[in-house]
Every structure is written in structure tokens, then in C-alpha cells.
């Protein structure tokens, strides 16, 4: 199990002064850092999404995995609801990304109403995942989804979702957010016909 020790408080945007840069001990003597997405991570965030396996991609799916996508995060982080973080190993290369939103998009609010929950916008958080293939499975994502929960604690929000939740056969995923509270509320299929579980943690 990795390890979190704070390091330093030292953060360069000031919208992502609740994200405390932070080293990570990984089980396997490793180190990796915790930190939050910067604007000129845009180059650092192209190689990450371009080194991920079809694996990988198809249990984590964008338009585009590479420059677009990259250039839209890094540039969303002016905005104070946008807390994406990084984790970064001790080359400086991005091993992972979460995208952590403290908005709530219409359409989500609309498919919880569906399973009979009412999210109340300004309450609500928001987080999606995803690791490097060579930093999977060695509890990088335990660390990262405890950062969410503490820092939306924090703000004192009740609920964190799950953002387009999770696919239903992606066991990993479900197992760990599981593990940290999460529940399923809801199911749905997508335009391909692949199913989805939808997730919330209710945050105490
Ligand atoms: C899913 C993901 C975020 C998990 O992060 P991670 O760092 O690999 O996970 P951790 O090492 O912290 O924890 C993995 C847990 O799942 C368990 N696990 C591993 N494979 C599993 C499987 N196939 N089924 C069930 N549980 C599994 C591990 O034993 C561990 O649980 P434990 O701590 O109780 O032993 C990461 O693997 C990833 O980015 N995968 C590709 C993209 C993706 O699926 N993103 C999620 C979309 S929401």
C-alpha cells in the first residue's frame, strides 16, 4: 500500500491551494509526488495520454488522447471549480491524472434524479482517474481518491460522483472506490450498449 507523507505546501496556482503538494512511498520503493495540474503541464499531459495501453483507454474513454485534450484541462484550471491534480514520479513524468470538478453538469443531475437522487448543485464533487499502465495496482488511485475525500471534506461538500461512472466491468475500479465509500446508485448503457455503474460517496 503506497504511503502519503506531506512534503511541501508549496503550490503554484492559487485555485489549487486545497491540492498540498505531497510525496508518495510506493509499496515497491518507489516515489511520486502529488501535485496540482499547472498550465504548462500541457506537454507532460500529452505524453501521458499517448503512452496509455487500448487497455487503459478503454476503461478510461476521451475524445482524444493527446494534444486537445490536454490543452482543454491544463487551460479549465483558471477556473476556481476545476482542482485536477497529478501524480507525477520522481522524472517529473505524469503516472496519473484526476480530473476533480466541484461542478455539477445538468445532465448528471438529471440521470441521479433518475435513480431517485436528488444532487443539489454547490454540494457536490466530482472526480475521474486514471494511472499509467506501469503505476496500476500498487495503490496510487487509494491515494488518489483520498485526496478527493479530504479535500472535499474540507469544503464540507456531501457528495462525491463518480463523472460518467464507472464501466461495469472495469472490477478494479469498482473494488477500490468501493473500498473508500463509495455506493452504486444507478446503472445506464451508453450509445455503444456498454453498461455503466454510477457511484456516489456521501461524504459524513
Ligand atoms: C482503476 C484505477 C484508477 C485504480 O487505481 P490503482 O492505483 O490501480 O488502484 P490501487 O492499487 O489503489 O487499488 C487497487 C485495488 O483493486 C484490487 N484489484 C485489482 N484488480 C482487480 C480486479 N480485476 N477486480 C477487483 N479488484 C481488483 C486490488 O487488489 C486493490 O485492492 P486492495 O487494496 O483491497 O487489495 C487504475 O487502475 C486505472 O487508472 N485504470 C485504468 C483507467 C480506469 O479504469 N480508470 C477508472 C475510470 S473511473
Redesign the pocket.
Known amino acids: 500500500m503506497a504511503k502519503k507523507e506531506i512534503k511541501t505546501d508549496v503550490v503554484e496556482n492559487e485555485n489549487h491551494c486545497l491540492i498540498k503538494k505531497s510525496q508518495i512511498l510506493i509499496g515497491d520503493g518507489r516515489k511520486a509526488f502529488i501535485r496540482p495540474l499547472e498550465v504548462m503541464d500541457k506537454t507532460g499531459l500529452v505524453s501521458f495520454y499517448t503512452s496509455l495501453s487500448e487497455v487503459?483507454q478503454g476503461?478510461?474513454v476521451l475524445d482524444d488522447y493527446g494534444e486537445k485534450t490536454a490543452v482543454r484541462l491544463c487551460e479549465s484550471i483558471s477556473n476556481p471549480k476545476k482542482l485536477h491534480f497529478v501524480i507525477e514520479n520522481d522524472l517529473s513524468k505524469i503516472i496519473a491524472i484526476m480530473k476533480f470538478s466541484l461542478d455539477l453538469p445538468e445532465a448528471d443531475r438529471v440521470r441521479f434524479t433518475q435513480y431517485g437522487v436528488d444532487l443539489i448543485p454547490g454540494t457536490v464533487s466530482r472526480c475521474?482517474?486514471?494511472?499509467a499502465d506501469d503505476y496500476?495496482?500498487?495503490?496510487?488511485?487509494?491515494v488518489a481518491l483520498q485526496q478527493v475525500i479530504d479535500t472535499s471534506d474540507s469544503l464540507g461538500l456531501r457528495v462525491i460522483m463518480?463523472s460518467g461512472g464507472?464501466f461495469a466491468n472495469?472490477?478494479?475500479?469498482i473494488?477500490?472506490t468501493q473500498?473508500f465509500g463509495f455506493q452504486i446508485v444507478g446503472k445506464f448503457t451508453d450509445s455503444n450498449g456498454q453498461e455503466h455503474v454510477d457511484l456516489l460517496r456521501f461524504n459524513r
Open positions: 487503459t476503461f478510461y475521474g482517474l486514471c494511472i496500476q495496482n500498487v495503490g496510487l488511485g487509494a463518480l464507472i472495469n472490477g478494479r475500479a473494488h477500490l473500498k
